[in-house]
């Protein structure tokens, strides 16, 4: 088998430093560890609270989040913990034992984006399968989550994905003051098992690719491989919607943080649209966003 490989990744928390791994490495389970006490089942774990920075740690699928204590600063401490990890990893030992079958306690942390109307809510538990947004109350009838949130007052737009929530707010109130509380209603919503969508909900249908022309095929590979990745990192999401083969136009959606991001512009046009030009020569001149 592959070695493991771990590289770090930086989050928009300046506390918290994502150690992305190369292989799973656990049973598509998360768990939360807030001290050394709570590490019975996890022995890696257990020799990460060793390092007297560490204060709470986030153990995924593919990568484990370590959030630190304000006494030192990541770029010193790092590298070090990567080849830690990686050793660890590579001896063959187990990240999560199956002697310890407790529940493992939901976990929330904020995560700021590029749109400062937009706040990322993480949790250490798959929420959904597929991107959903919601820009109203009307929209979610199918969503008793969703439902729950447009009961605050401050919230305009909410978007899942996977493992967050990305919650809009009006510009009437600062994130300071309702941060905390979005925080612990989800957690606790969370925590009490309540569904987030649901049996009757209907994914939007997607475009059908069989039906795209071999461009249009092309940027739909593109946008999945080099753009959602670090878009989802920001709380957002990017939709191929149509390619103009005449004018050599391609139309998105936004979505999440990127709909209405101030950045999202100059994202578009020093990121995306070079990319796509660069990539699909003479094929791409323009890239247009459409805000839903």
């Not at 990240?95 to 250490?124: C, G, M, Q, R, W």
């Not at 798959?126 to 605050?152: G, H, M, R, T």
Request: aromatic share 10%; net charge negative.
């Amino acid at each position: 088998m592959e070695k493991y490989k771990v590289s770090v990744c930086k989050t928009k928390n300046k506390f918290i430093l994502k150690f992305e791994i190369n292989h799973f490495i656990t049973n598509h389970e998360n768990y939360e560890f807030n001290n050394i006490d709570e590490t019975s089942n996890s022995q890696l774990a257990k020799e990460l609270f060793y390092l007297p920075f560490v204060k709470k740690i986030y153990i995924a699928s593919n990568f484990i989040a370590i959030e630190r204590f304000n006494i030192i600063e990541w770029e010193d401490v790092q590298d070090g913990v990567s080849e830690k990890i990686e050793s660890y990893l590579n001896q063959g030992n187990n990240v999560i034992s199956n002697t310890d079958n407790k529940k493992s306690p939901i976990s929330i942390y904020a995560e700021s984006t590029p749109n400062p109307a937009v706040l990322k809510f993480v949790a250490n538990k798959k929420l959904v399968d597929f991107q959903i947004e919601f820009n109203s109350i009307d929209e979610c009838e199918k969503s008793p989550l969703a439902l729950e949130l447009f009961q605050f007052p401050f919230v305009k737009g909410i978007f899942i994905d996977e493992n967050f929530i990305s919650i809009t707010k009006y510009d009437i109130s600062s994130w300071d003051e309702i941060t905390l509380k979005i925080r612990k209603f989800i957690k606790e919503y969370l925590e009490g098992d309540n569904e987030i969508l649901s049996d009757g909900y209907q994914k939007k249908d997607a475009i059908k690719e069989e039906s795209l022309d071999e461009i249009s095929k092309e940027i739909i590979t593109i946008l999945d491989e080099y753009v959602k990745p670090a878009v989802a990192s920001d709380g957002g999401n990017i939709m191929f919607k149509s390619y103009n083969k005449a004018t050599k136009t391609v139309s998105v959606i936004l979505q999440g943080a990127c709909s209405g991001c101030p950045s999202s512009t100059v994202t578009l046009k020093n990121g995306i649209e070079n990319m796509l030009k660069q990539m699909l020569n003479g094929k791409v001149e323009v890239v247009e966003a459409i805000n839903e």
